[in-house]
């Protein structure tokens, strides 16, 4: 596939300034003369497997990966296929998975054991990631870094060898409890979620603020992902309760909004990370009616964020083929994590150092003002972001997201989730 595109200018000189800057923030200079141990590339071109969802209902997220990857190269000079990044050539192979835990591990193997890649970036759903970070664990020579799977756990096991540079899924709804419950009234909300891991997380950081302010859990519904009828689980909603919560991504979360304005939802709505995404709220004129006014927190900024990065990202992505109106979280995610990769290549050559060393001593230095603010890592190689409430807004049939506020310097927790019924 090859996306055609419009570069923006401005946005590209500034990128190829802030890659040039990874130089003295790592203060590498060529890495170690020992490359054993997946130190260097062997011939001189450094391959970069990237796993992304091709099926399902998340089957747009490979597209959204390259258009990434394709604006993050335009600033070498180079597209979603590879290119010079300092005085090394970097080639991208290209591998899908279907969203699920045993392809993931299957296609990261494939890479590194067949293709013989020297980094792994992806994958993109929670089951994924926690698949591929056990993988990572047994290849301790490769990097990985993750391009926007979410779990908390992920950076918690130890995998010295893997890095996220975003919030995990917990992360983004910080604030988003004690905001819907004291700013927004609601006492009572039951929760509509998919049932796997992203859900769990992004759930469990808004009930337990939720909760915790004097929220209570009228029910709940843990759906499998690709479900399309959800009228039994709407007629199912108690009659006192404030609010719904709608853990839902992608297809199916705009075919709950689009169901729940024909059933006459009139509770509001509470959004999960990927519920509000511009991938979801994009498909349907049909939307308006119960998605105005929906809250949620996430990565991705709404209307009012002045951030002049964020501005040329946005920018760029829309000069892009076949995009969506404007980027989401499949787009920023995978953005916000290239970046700092080809900043730390450009940083070490095509000498990665012995077991790669060097090049992850380049990762955890990242210091670096995204579309999104600033990102730097902890001791776990986790991000530490900025994170966003923001409030979907209607202007006709056209959706988008306002910013309610801003925090920076979010640094992640080590409370997991599991699948819950009552106040986690």
């Known amino acids: 596939m090859r996306l055609t595109n ?10 190829a300034v802030a890659a040039s800057s990874a130089l003295v923030l790592t203060g590498c200079s060529g890495g170690s003369d020992d490359s054993s141990g997946g130190g260097d590339a062997g011939d001189g071109t450094l391959t970069i497997g990237v796993l992304g969802i091709t099926e399902g209902s998340l089957a747009f997220a490979m597209d959204e990966t390259e258009r990434a990857i394709e604006i993050a ?16 050539e970097v080639e991208f192979i290209y591998e899908g998975t279907d969203g699920t835990s045993g392809t993931a591990q299957t296609k990261a193997k494939k890479l590194v054991e067949n293709d013989d890649v020297d980094i792994v970036f992806g994958p993109v759903s929670g089951d994924e990631g926690e698949a591929v970070v056990q993988y990572a664990l047994t290849v301790p020579d490769k990097t990985f870094v ?6 908390v756990g992920l950076t918690l096991e130890g995998a010295t060898n893997v890095y996220r540079f975003f919030g995990d899924s917990a992360m983004w709804m910080g604030g988003v409890g004690t905001y819907a419950h004291d700013d927004k009234g609601y006492e009572n909300i039951y929760l509509i979620a998919e049932d796997y891991s992203f859900p769990y997380d992004n759930a469990g950081g808004f009930f337990s603020e939720f909760c915790d302010a004097g929220g209570e859990i009228t029910g709940t519904s843990w759906v499998p992902v690709g479900t399309t009828d959800y009228a039994t689980i709407i007629s199912t909603i108690p009659d006192e309760t404030d609010a719904v919560y709608v853990g839902l991504g992608g297809a199916d979360a705009a075919s709950f909004l689009s169901q729940a304005v024909t059933a006459g939802v009139a509770k509001p709505l509470v959004g999960g990370t990927i519920a509000v995404d511009t991938t979801a709220l994009s498909g349907d004129s049909n939307l308006a009616g119960a998605a105005a006014g929906m809250i949620a927190g996430g990565p991705v900024p709404g209307a ?12 760029a992505y829309t000069a892009l ?7 989401g979280i ?3 995610l995978p953005y916000n994590s290239i970046v700092p990769l080809l900043m ?25 003002d995204s579309p999104t603010g600033n990102i ?13 409430i923001v409030e979907v807004t209607a202007d006709g049939d056209a959706l988008g997201l306002n910013t309610i506020s801003e925090a920076t310097g979010v640094s992640q927790g080590t409370v997991t989730y599991d699948r819950f019924d009552t106040c986690p």
């Not at 009012?304 to 920018?315: A, H, I, L, Q, R």
């Not at 940083?347 to 230095?365: I, M, P, V, Y």
């Open 6 to 15: 419009s570069p923006n200018k401005k946005f590209l000189g500034a990128m």
């Open 73 to 88: 190269m335009q600033a070498y000079g180079g597209d979603s296929s590879g290119g010079t990044v300092g005085d090394v």
């Open 146 to 151: 993750i391009s926007a799977a979410s779990p």
């Open 304 to 315: 009012g964020y002045d951030n002049p990065n964020w501005v040329e990202f946005s920018d």
């Open 321 to 327: 083929t076949d995009e969506f109106p404007s980027p």
């Open 330 to 332: 499949f787009a920023i």
């Open 344 to 368: 730390g290549i450009e940083a070490t050559g095509a000498d990665l150092g012995a077991d790669q060393a060097d090049l992850q001593s380049a990762l955890s230095a990242t210091d670096w």
């Open 376 to 388: 730097t890592v902890d001791e776990n190689n986790q991000g530490i972001i900025d994170n966003f």
